[in-house]
């Protein structure tokens, strides 16, 4: 059972940055496409941001595109989220996920298309 930890989230002004934060209890963490979702109260939730295994291919939704940068560490078994310049409207429970595939260059934007998921962790954005 592949366990995902999410953290680093919090209360943030306008404008202001936060870094989340994946960890992972994959041992093979090499195999797996990572992403993040986030959902904001009463709507559904959305793709934010993926990376490939190998970590050399991303993809963001457009609204947050160039103030976001998803990354990850092989070596700590992690993924990470660093958002800047954030907005009100970015205010929402952020979830990390995980799944295995077999293309090292594959992004997955899809919820479907991931098996495991994070317990998620709140950011909120006062204007």
């Known amino acids: 059972q592949v366990q995902l930890v999410e953290s680093g989230g919090g209360l943030v002004q306008t404008g202001g940055s936060l870094r989340l934060s994946c960890a992972t209890s994959?041992?093979?963490?090499?195999?797996?496409?990572m992403g993040w979702f986030r959902q904001a109260p009463g709507k559904e939730r959305e793709f934010v941001a993926a990376?490939?295994?190998?970590?050399?291919?991303?993809y963001y939704v457009d609204s947050m595109k160039g103030r976001i940068t998803i990354s990850r560490d092989h070596a700590k078994s992690t993924v990470s989220l660093q958002m800047n310049n954030l907005r009100p409207e970015d205010t929402a429970v952020y979830y990390c996920?995980?799944?295995?595939?077999?293309?090292?260059?594959?992004?997955?934007?899809?919820?479907?298309?991931?098996?495991?998921w994070g317990q998620g962790t709140q950011v909120t954005v006062s204007s």
């Open positions: 990376i490939s295994r190998n970590g050399r291919q991303t």
């Open positions: 994959q041992r093979t963490f090499s195999s797996y496409a």
């Open positions: 996920a995980a799944t295995v595939v077999a293309g090292a260059s594959s992004v997955l934007t899809l919820e479907k298309q991931y098996d495991y």
